[in-house]
Nanobody, 127 residues
Framework: QVQLVESRGGLVQPGGSLRLSCSTS????????IGWFRQAPGKEREGVSC????????YYADSVKGRFTISVDNSKNTVYLQMNTLKPEDTAVYYC????????????????????WGEGTQVTVSS
């Protein structure tokens, strides 16, 4: 049974940091791109960052480049998203998802094509 479980998000002040984790089971990370997506109220879901363990490639949306870092620990079947210098516009529900592809650009720009999803976790950036 495939499962993706995000860690709890939270309330962070602007400029602060937060690390999300996505614990996976039921499939091999080598066969899937894992991505972090987010959806703010009234906005479409968007790809934030994606990673392919097989190729070792990563993708970042322009809005988070230089601030967010995606990584994977294959021994724990867990993918992380380190978020630094958070801004109020980063406020959203964050989801991790798995897509059977090695092309991280494609995965992150076609959220509807991802195969499995976590339930999401709220991240709020506010003073």
């Amino acid at each position: 049974q495939v499962q993706l479980v995000e860690s709890r998000g939270g309330l962070v002040q602007p400029g602060g940091s937060l690390r999300l984790s996505c614990s996976t089971s039921g499939f091999s990370l080598d066969d899937y791109a894992i991505g972090w997506f987010r959806q703010a109220p009234g906005k479409e879901r968007e790809g934030v960052s994606c990673i392919s363990s097989r190729i070792g490639s990563t993708y970042y949306a322009d809005s988070v480049k230089g601030r967010f870092t995606i990584s994977v620990d294959n021994s724990k079947n867990t993918v992380y998203l380190q978020m630094n210098t958070l801004k109020p516009e980063d406020t959203a529900v964050y989801y991790c998802a798995a897509g059977r592809t090695s092309f991280v650009d494609y995965a992150c720009n076609n959220w509807y094509g991802m195969d499995y999803w976590g339930e999401g976790t709220q991240v709020t950036v506010s003073s």
